[in-house]
């Protein structure tokens, strides 16, 4: 059971997210702290500051943070007393620029399917960082960038068996 200020951290994140996605700038920065940043690890974007994370949001995710066909689905989440760790399945086909995910790639038209692992810091009652971490290897095999030949990389693969229990 979740205390009073877990259930108000998860509906500012959740709130955030929607925000995101929906392409509200303000709402989105509404629901950060005065001194915010936001780390996207594999391709080492985002921003840090007020202005920092407001740049990047407004110019490279929100609004645009996925191809019309996106699907995502909780995989797991954890809440503590100042953070939050989310674990989502998405799934879309390629059909847009998402430079924040695969920076100078155009669209290759190809279905991709990743795991994200969020981890979102708060600082008193608004967000104050976001660590994103994905799979880049199997993003760039999904979109024909990245020959897993003798690699120790796969594609999709690896995303799907987060949601099976099978070997």
Request: overall charge negative.
């Amino acid at each position: 059971m979740l205390s009073k200020k877990q259930e108000e951290m998860v509906a500012l994140f959740e709130r955030h997210v929607g925000a995101e996605i929906e392409g509200d700038l303000d709402t989105t920065m509404a629901t950060m702290s005065a001194d915010p940043y936001l780390n996207h690890v594999p391709t080492m974007a985002g921003g840090s500051g007020k202005a920092g994370v407001h740049a990047f949001y407004r110019d490279h995710l929100v609004g645009k943070f996925f191809p019309p066909d996106v699907e995502m689905t909780g995989v797991s989440r954890t809440v503590g007393e100042t953070r939050i760790v989310d674990e989502i399945f998405i799934s879309f086909t390629h059909t847009t620029v998402i430079d924040w995910l695969l920076p100078n790639v155009p669209p290759s038209g190809k279905p991709v399917e990743m795991v994200v692992a969020v981890i979102v810091g708060f600082e008193g009652d608004k967000i104050s960082y976001e660590h994103i971490y994905w799979d880049q290897a199997g993003i760039l095999v999904q979109v024909g960038l990245l020959d897993p030949t003798g690699l120790p990389v796969t594609g999709a693969e690896s995303a799907r068996k987060v949601l099976s229990r099978k070997e």
